[in-house]
């Protein structure tokens, strides 16, 4: 049985000294992984891999481990840094696995249990509306029969007025009964 190696790397370029944080899995410790960032991806392929060094920050015992501590790694401030790769929170990743990405059902509620509401180090909070709270945009959504979207817009404090007159609609008003109850990763 092969050894599976889960760790929390930084890969830095060495031209311009920006770096990307991340987790990955492997049997091979030494796979040239860099890391799937888009950005990194991009600057990989103009400045070339040998202008890049992985380094490996910590190893841990399962690939849950290491998103945690890739969540406190990635914060805001961080991501929003322009000396970073990084354009996503930590703790939620592209990782398929080591069985060549097939999604199983069992894969894909694991997936979704820790990708989704307070499973997650990314969840920020409570959707509420007049109907009640969500922890989800989709399942609030789906509540109301109306699009995520407007949903999304509706608790950030917008809706669309219809005017009868002209039918079609003309302004922003304050949505009444809806917002979006902040919380802040970790706790």
């Known amino acids: 049985m092969e050894v599976r190696y889960y760790f929390t790397y930084q890969t830095t370029n060495l031209i311009n000294g920006k770096i990307y944080i991340g987790v990955h899995s492997t049997t091979d410790i030494n ?56 354009v996503k929170l930590g703790g939620v990743g592209g990782w398929t696995g080591g069985d060549g990405g097939k999604w199983t059902n069992d894969r894909r509620l694991k997936v979704s249990e820790r990708a989704s509401g307070s499973g997650n180090c990314n969840w920020k909070g409570s959707w509420v509306t007049p109907l009640g709270t969500f922890e989800t945009s989709r399942k609030a959504a789906k509540f109301h029969n109306i699009s995520k979207s407007t949903l999304m817009s509706r608790c950030r404090g ?24 902040e919380k802040a990763c970790g706790s």
Not at 160 to 172: F, N
Request: with cysteine; hydrophobic share 30%; charged share 35%.
């Open 31 to 86: 796979d040239d992984y860099l890391g799937s960032g888009k950005f990194l991806k991009i600057d990989v392929k103009k400045y070339g891999r040998s202008n890049f060094d992985r380094t490996i920050l910590k190893f841990f015992n399962t690939f849950e481990e290491a998103y945690k501590e890739e969540c406190k790694l990635l914060s805001k401030e961080f991501i929003d840094s322009s000396s970073t790769y990084n």
């Open 158 to 181: 917008f809706a669309w007025q219809y005017s009868k007159v002209r039918g079609r609609y003309k302004q922003m008003v304050k949505a009444k009964g809806y917002e979006f109850k």
